[in-house]
């Protein structure tokens, strides 16, 4: 048994909305404001516009709005996605990687990683990309890359994400020597 099978850590990074989709959003409450208006004054038959554009800006805004949970256990990690409406919340598991399979990890942008992103972008099949992180440029993202195990047996893997010191940590004695580039 080894000394990381008794590890458990579980963290939730919420996904930052992009600009854009907010003015999307506006856009669609000022359509529902117009037909409203419509209504008030040429007849009901505007509300059905209304309503729909109403419930329209819901459901998009439900679907924009996606949290990541991190799972650690023992020396695996599993990313679930949780998006949707919050009375009903859809929830996938988005991806499930090997630790012990930990070529590196560090800081995006960290010369620490070029080695491996050149490895990993000649990769043999192609190697997968998944981005989980918070797309915040205030937070720093770190990026991982790891040997896929089960389906993704023999791909590169290169993972983005956003984990938090605690989980640093556990990733640091899963794989010693392997995660850096970090200041602390």
Same mark, same amino acid.
């Given at each position: ?39 008030? =004054?040429?007849?009901? @038959?505007?509300?059905? #516009?209304?309503?729909?554009? %109403? ?7 439900? *679907? !924009? ?33 090997? =630790?012990?399979?930990? @070529?590196?990890?560090? #800081?995006?942008?960290?010369? %620490? ?7 990993? *972008? !000649? ?33 590169? =893997? ?6 938090? #010191? ?19």
């Amino acid at each position: 048994m080894a000394v990381y099978d008794e590890f458990r850590y579980t963290q939730s990074v919420t996904r930052k909305i992009p600009g854009h989709i907010r003015v999307i959003q506006w856009l669609l409450y000022f359509c529902v404001m117009i037909f409203t208006i419509l209504g008030a =004054l040429q007849g009901p @038959i505007w509300l059905f #516009p209304a309503l729909g554009t %109403l419930f329209g800006s819901w459901y998009y805004m439900g *679907a !924009a709005r996606v949290t990541y949970q991190y799972q650690l256990e023992g020396a695996r990690l599993t990313v679930e996605r949780t998006s949707g409406l919050k009375s009903k919340p859809r929830t996938v598991t988005f991806g499930e990687f090997d =630790l012990t399979k930990l @070529i590196v990890m560090g #800081p995006e942008g960290s010369a %620490l990683l070029e080695k491996a992103e050149a490895d990993s *972008a !000649a990769a043999v099949p192609r190697r997968i990309t998944y981005d989980v992180s918070a797309h915040d440029p205030d937070d720093i993202c770190s990026v991982m890359y790891l040997t896929g195990v089960g389906e993704q047996s023999g791909r590169a =893997l290169k993972v983005f994400f956003q984990p938090s #010191p605690e989980l640093r940590d556990y990733i640091r004695r899963i794989a010693p020597g392997r995660v850096g580039g970090y200041e602390e």
